[in-house]
Nanobody
Framework: VQLQASGGGLVQAGGSLRLSCAASRRILSAYDMGWFRQAPGKEREFVGAISWNGGATWYEDSVKGRFAVSRDNAKNTGYLQMNLLKPEDTALYYC????????????????WGQGTLVTVSS
């Protein structure tokens, strides 16, 4: 299984971006999907996640009300809509699938995308 994250770029503070995560096989609908980010010199941290059917979502406190995870199983693609971006949101963003345990634990996810860079300027 391969995951392809895309949609990153350079945006000014207060702006928006939508990241996409496409799965190489039609397995997206079977698994929960998560988003993580890693800033330079920092550990990978949880951003948000969505259950396999979209019935449940989880978010890291600093992004609640600004970010939204969604999925389109028919297109085999998940999304991370990011609004009101802040410079501290600057990081490499990763999508992940197939988790074991709490969604906030990076070590519990099996499949990872390559990451897409988000840079927020002040």
């Amino acid at each position: 299984v391969q995951l392809q994250a895309s949609g990153g770029g350079l945006v000014q503070a207060g702006g928006s971006l939508r990241l996409s995560c496409a799965a190489s096989r039609r397995i997206l609908s079977a698994y929960d999907m998560g988003w993580f980010r890693q800033a330079p010199g920092k550990e990978r941290e949880f951003v948000g996640a969505i259950s396999w059917n979209g019935g449940a979502t989880w978010y890291e406190d600093s992004v609640k009300g600004r970010f939204a995870v969604s999925r389109d199983n028919a297109k085999n693609t998940g999304y991370l809509q990011m609004n009101l971006l802040k410079p501290e949101d600057t990081a490499l963003y990763y999508c992940a699938m197939l988790r074991s345990g709490a969604p906030q634990r990076a070590t519990g996810w099996t499949y990872w995308g390559q990451g897409t860079l988000v840079t927020v300027s002040s």
